[in-house]
C-alpha cells in the first residue's frame, strides 16, 4: 500500500514539473524577489502559499501588463496576479505563488508577449480590493445583494494586502463613490459561536462563508455606529467578505470589524495569526536580461510637510544603482524642471501632485547608462498611512535650496511660497511668488487675490514698491478673468501713483487697457475709468480726469450728486476708514479706500478719498508719500474743496519727511492760491 502510494506521488510530481511552463526568450529586464516562504498551518485550506511585492518597473512594459511573468530561480513560471499597475506610472504590485524559497524573479519587456493564461487564486493574507462606482441607485445600497451587484459593475482601481480590516482612509487616495471589498480565510481551532460588530463609513456589508450577517446603510456622511450578531464557528477555515462604499459627496471611507468570542467581555480586533499568512517578498536591483548595463532607482516616499492653507509638500528619497566596474558622474532630472547630482542617495521635495518622470544618468568615458521611472505623487503620503512621517521647516529649506524656480509649475511655485510665507521668510515668500505669477498655469482668482494681496503687503512693509507695483502687474497678465485682470490693473496704477514720481507709466497702463474692455460692460468700464482717473490726477492731468468722469457717465455712472444715499453712504465709509486708522488696522483701512474709489470713480476727483488716503500713509509713517498724493491732488484739481486742505497737509508730511523746502513750497503755494482758506493761518485747526 505505501509502494503504491509512493508511485502515485512520484508520477503525479513528474507530470506536474512535465506540465509546468518555462519561460522563453524575449524578456528584457526582471527583478530578484527575495522573501521567507510564509507557510499556512494545517488542512482544509485551498490555493497556493502567496507572497507580494511593489517596485517601478522602467517604462518599457506593456501598459495593459501582459509582459509581466514570476518565475523560480530556474525559469519556471508560477501562477501570479497584478494587483495594482497604472498607463500612466510604473509602480507595479504583484502577487505571486511560491512553492518553496527564494529567490524568484518578476521579467518584462517582451512587446510580443500575450496575457498569460494562468491567474492566481488568492487565498491567503487580507486582501483589499479597491474599485471605482460605475454609479447607480444609491438605494440599491440598501441591502447586500444590492451592494454586491453594484460592486461587480464597478471599475478595479487596484489592490494591496492589509494587516486587518480597520482602515479610515483610502490607501490609492481620496475619491469618492470608491469601493472597498475585503476578504480573507481565518482558522477557527474548535468550535465556538462569536459575536461581530460592524462600523462603516456610509454603507457596507459583512458576510461569513458567503452568508450576509450585517449591513449598513446611511446614504452619506454619518458617523460610525456599530451593531453585532452571533455567528457559530466550526472548526476549520473560514471566509470573511466586507464590502464598503461611500456614495455620497465626501472622500472619507472607513470600516472597523471586531468580534467577542465565548466568555470575553468586551470587543476586539480578529488577531492576525489566525488569518492565512502572506509573504512580503522585497524587490531587488533591476537587471538586464542577455548582458548589458541597466541603470536602476530606489524610489521611496520619506516624509511630508503641511503647507497653509491646505497642501503638502512629499519628499522623496532616490538612490542609483550603479552597474559593476563603473564609477560615473551621476545625473538626476526629477521630472518637474529641477535636476540634481552627483549623489548616488539624493531628497527631492515634490510641492504639488502630479505624475513625474524621475530620470538617472550614469556616465562615464563614451559610456552612458541611463533609466526613466515615472512616480504618482499624491496630495498626501497616503503609502506611509495612517502616520506618514513629518518634515520640519529645516529639511524642506535644505532640500528646495537650490531650485531653479523658472522652471517650476504654476501650482509648485505657489505652494513653496506658501511655504516660506508660513515660517515667516519673506525673502524666499518673495522670490517663489514672482516665480509663481511669471507662470501662465491656470490659478483660482480668489487665491490668485489673496496670495498677490500678502505678497504686496509684505513687499510694502519693506519699503520695496518697485516689488509691490510689479507684483500687481504681473497679476493682471495671469489667465483669469478679465474683470479680475483689470482690477489688478488698477492696483498696479495706484501703487505706480501713490510710490513714484512717474505716474505717466500708470497712465499709459489704463489707458490702454480701456481699448480691451467691453466698452457695454458698466463693471469694466468703470474699473478702467477709476484708474485713469487715479493716474490723470497723480499725472497733474485735470482734463484727462474731467474728460473720463463725463465717459464714466455717458456709460451709465451717475454723478454723486444726484444721490442722496450715495453721500450717506460714503460718510459711513469715511468713518469706518477713520476708525481703522485709529486702530492701526490699515490693510483694511486700505481695503475701504479701495472699494469706495471702484463703487464711485467720481470721489477720487472730488478729493474725500485721497485725503483719507494721505491720513493713512501719514499713520503708517510714509510722510513723503502722503505728501506726494497730496500735492498731486491739489495741483490736479485746484478748484476742488480739498485743494487747499490738500496742500496743508502735502506741507506738513514734507516736513516730517526732513523736507524743509518742500514743505516751504507747499505752504507757499496755499497761502497764495487760498488765502481765505483757514489752512493758510498758522495756527490751522487740522487734525492730526
Not at 481620496?174 to 480565510?185: I, S
Not at 471586531?258 to 533591476?286: C, Q, T, Y
Request: aromatic share 10%.
Amino acid at each position: 500500500m505505501i509502494l503504491r502510494v509512493a508511485v502515485v506521488l512520484c508520477v503525479m510530481l513528474v507530470a506536474s514539473i512535465a506540465h509546468a511552463e518555462t519561460l522563453g526568450d524575449g524578456w528584457q529586464f526582471r527583478r530578484p524577489l527575495n522573501f521567507k516562504q510564509a507557510v499556512t498551518n494545517g488542512t482544509g485550506l485551498t490555493g497556493d502559499n502567496v507572497a507580494w511585492a511593489e517596485f517601478y518597473a522602467n517604462g518599457t512594459q506593456k501598459s495593459d501588463g501582459s509582459d509581466f511573468r514570476v518565475t523560480t530561480a530556474d525559469r519556471v513560471i508560477v501562477p501570479f496576479k497584478i494587483l495594482q499597475m497604472s498607463s500612466s506610472n510604473d509602480l507595479v504590485r504583484i502577487a505571486f505563488a511560491t512553492r518553496g524559497e527564494a529567490p524568484y524573479y518578476v521579467w518584462w519587456g517582451n512587446p510580443a508577449a500575450s496575457k498569460p493564461t494562468a491567474d492566481l487564486d488568492i487565498q491567503r493574507g487580507i486582501l483589499l480590493q479597491i474599485s471605482e462606482s460605475a454609479g447607480g441607485d444609491v438605494r440599491a445600497a440598501k441591502s447586500a445583494d444590492g451592494l454586491q451587484q453594484m460592486m461587480e459593475r464597478a471599475t478595479p482601481r487596484g489592490a494591496l494586502f492589509v494587516p486587518e480590516i480597520f482602515l479610515g482612509y483610502n490607501p490609492l487616495g481620496d475619491e469618492v463613490g470608491d469601493f472597498f471589498h475585503y476578504t480573507a480565510q481565518f482558522r477557527i481551532d474548535k468550535p465556538a459561536a462569536a459575536e461581530f460588530a460592524f462600523s462603516v463609513m456610509d454603507s457596507g456589508t459583512l458576510s461569513i462563508d458567503g452568508e450576509p450577517i450585517l449591513h449598513e446603510f446611511h446614504g452619506g456622511w454619518k458617523a460610525r455606529v456599530r451593531n453585532s450578531k452571533s455567528v457559530d464557528l466550526t472548526t476549520g477555515w473560514h471566509r470573511i467578505d466586507v464590502i464598503q462604499v461611500n456614495l455620497g459627496r465626501d472622500p472619507a471611507s472607513g470600516v472597523s470589524v471586531v468580534w467577542k468570542r465565548l466568555g470575553e467581555s468586551a470587543f476586539s480586533p480578529m488577531p492576525a495569526n489566525i488569518f492565512a499568512p502572506i509573504a512580503h517578498a522585497d524587490a531587488g536591483m533591476l537587471q538586464k536580461v542577455g548582458g548589458g548595463r541597466a541603470a536602476d532607482i530606489l524610489a521611496l516616499p520619506a516624509a511630508e510637510t503641511f503647507i497653509p492653507p491646505d497642501g503638502y509638500g512629499q519628499r522623496y528619497t532616490f538612490e542609483a544603482s550603479i552597474p559593476p566596474l563603473l564609477d560615473p558622474k551621476i545625473s538626476w532630472d526629477f521630472g518637474d524642471g529641477q535636476t540634481g547630482g552627483p549623489l548616488k542617495n539624493i531628497s527631492h521635495e515634490y510641492l504639488s501632485p502630479g505624475i513625474y518622470a524621475v530620470t538617472l544618468r550614469l556616465a562615464q568615458g563614451d559610456t552612458t547608462v541611463s533609466t526613466t521611472i515615472r512616480i504618482a505623487v499624491k496630495d498626501r503620503m497616503y503609502s506611509l498611512f495612517p502616520r506618514p512621517p513629518e518634515d520640519n521647516s529645516k529639511t524642506v529649506i535644505a532640500v528646495l535650496d537650490d531650485y531653479d524656480l523658472k522652471k517650476l509649475s504654476g501650482a509648485a511655485s505657489l505652494r513653496g511660497m506658501q511655504f516660506f510665507k508660513s515660517i515667516g521668510d519673506s525673502d524666499d515668500a518673495v522670490s517663489w511668488g514672482r516665480a509663481w505669477l511669471l507662470t501662465k498655469d491656470y490659478v483660482n482668482e480668489s487665491t490668485l487675490n489673496d496670495e498677490t494681496l500678502d505678497l504686496v503687503q509684505m513687499l510694502e512693509s519693506h519699503r520695496d514698491y518697485t516689488s509691490a507695483a510689479e507684483f500687481y502687474h504681473l497679476a493682471s497678465l495671469k489667465p483669469v478673468g478679465l474683470e479680475a485682470r483689470l482690477n489688478f490693473m488698477r492696483d498696479y496704477v495706484m501703487e505706480q501713483c501713490d510710490f513714484f514720481d512717474d505716474a505717466t507709466p500708470a497712465l499709459r497702463e489704463a489707458m490702454d487697457w480701456q481699448k480691451r474692455i467691453n466698452d457695454g460692460n458698466s463693471s469694466q468700464v468703470r474699473i478702467a475709468d477709476a484708474a485713469i482717473i487715479y493716474a490723470a490726477i497723480a499725472q497733474g492731468d485735470g482734463k484727462i480726469a474731467q474728460d473720463t468722469i463725463d465717459h464714466l457717465h455717458a456709460k451709465g455712472g451717475k454723478p454723486i450728486t444726484a444721490y442722496n444715499q450715495a453721500r450717506i453712504r460714503q460718510g459711513v465709509l469715511a468713518r469706518n476708514i477713520e476708525a481703522y486708522i485709529r486702530t492701526k488696522d490699515f490693510s483694511s483701512a486700505q481695503k475701504l479706500i479701495d472699494d469706495w474709489e471702484l463703487e464711485y470713480p467720481e470721489a477720487i476727483w472730488d478729493g474725500f478719498t485721497r485725503a483719507l488716503r494721505v491720513k493713512l500713509n501719514v499713520a503708517e509713517d510714509r510722510p513723503l508719500v502722503a505728501a506726494r498724493i497730496a500735492l498731486e491732488h491739489a495741483r490736479a484739481n485746484p478748484t476742488g474743496f480739498y485743494a487747499a486742505e490738500l496742500l496743508y497737509r502735502a506741507a506738513q508730511s514734507f516736513q516730517a519727511g526732513d523736507q524743509s523746502t518742500q514743505a516751504k513750497a507747499a505752504m507757499d503755494l496755499l497761502t497764495s492760491k487760498y488765502p481765505e482758506s483757514p489752512y493758510a493761518r498758522p495756527d490751522a485747526p487740522v487734525e492730526k
